[in-house]
């Protein structure tokens, strides 16, 4: 959210009058008044303030406006994570499974003549 308070504050600190701003930055005084109240303005306005303050426009706008999560964002948040954690609890044990084919699958010279677990593995991979 923009916060053009931050006008004034520049000014005071650079010691430069709004009306010596409004003049830079080709606007009337009356129209940096009125932005600084309204907290609005029109960008191509504020780049040109931002140009004259020697600022990026970004300046102007207020990083961490983290708004409080309201119950039933939480809510759902939760659900989400939990449903997260499921699915990442049964990848895991599929990879579990994987592994222990892998191993059978090394070992599958140890088994009766005739008999082979690669052919069964790769139906069940398919």
Request: hydrophobic share 35%.
């Amino acid at each position: 959210m923009a916060n053009l308070s931050k006008i004034r504050q520049l000014c005071d600190q650079r010691n430069i009058q709004q009306k010596e701003l409004a003049k830079i930055a080709g606007v009337t005084s009356q129209a940096i008044i009125d932005m600084i109240a309204r907290n609005s303005t029109k960008t191509d306005i504020l780049e040109r303030i931002a140009k004259a303050l020697s600022v990026p426009v970004g300046y102007f706008f207020d990083e961490d406006e983290k708004k409080p999560c309201k119950s039933e964002d939480s809510s759902i948040y939760q659900k989400l994570i939990t449903a997260q954690e499921k699915i990442i609890e049964n990848q895991e044990k599929e990879i579990a499974d994987l592994k222990n084919q892998v191993e059978v699958l090394k070992n599958d010279q140890n088994l009766p003549s005739g008999y082979s677990l690669a052919a069964e593995s790769k139906a069940k991979l398919r």
